[in-house]
């Protein structure tokens, strides 16, 4: 049995146009996951385009949007340490998703993206996840949002998988939150939706 972790406080707040350093530091050097730097669902192409974009190209992007004001997420912190990421936005910000096939849905304006959960692997565990997603969620509210959509990865009853593929969270994570399943899958991403009206 895994020993249990102990409590720690946790704060969110809302990305700031000075927060790159934080990023870089949370991020590392391989920018959260295989030079992602949070530029997956941003490129609106895959395949080729995708690999070229990978490492130093995404994190010049990410960085130009983080300092210009364009990147909306929420960030949480023990203490003065960043410990988590949550990319949440108006689904518009993100063209990738409209190329994706199990995504599909009619969508509005006022529809937001919560479609990136990062916590480095030693701050798993002690609830940075749940503590992003109430802070994305009342930051989608303070935006004007109507509803949120979210992709968690299915997950068989029972099993782990690394965090690299679960990277847009699990549907465990979203339920307590009232996210209601619109297209679930019993592998891959699923569509989780949260109205707020």
Known sequence: MAARKPEVAITTRSLDRNDWPRIETLFGKNGACGGCWCMWWRVPMGGKTWEASKGM??????????????????????????????????????????RSK???????????SLNCLYVPSRWRGFGVARALIAGAIELARQGGASEIEAYPQA????????????????????KPFGFRAVHRHERGRGLYLLGLD
């Not at 004001?69 to 063209?95: T, Y």
């Not at 997950?155 to 979203?174: D, I, K, N, S, Y």
């Open 155 to 174: 997950v068989a009853h029972g099993q782990r998988q690394a965090g690299a593929f679960v990277w847009t969270g699990v549907p465990a994570l979203f």
């Open 57 to 98: 190209a995404n994190r010049k992007a990410f960085r130009t949007l983080v300092e210009n004001g364009s990147a909306h997420g929420v960030l949480a912190f023990v203490d003065d340490e960043p410990v988590g990421w949550c990319s949440v936005a108006p689904r518009a910000d993100f063209p990738r998703l409209g």
């Open 102 to 112: 199990a995504l599909v849905r009619s969508w509005q304006p006022t529809t937001w």
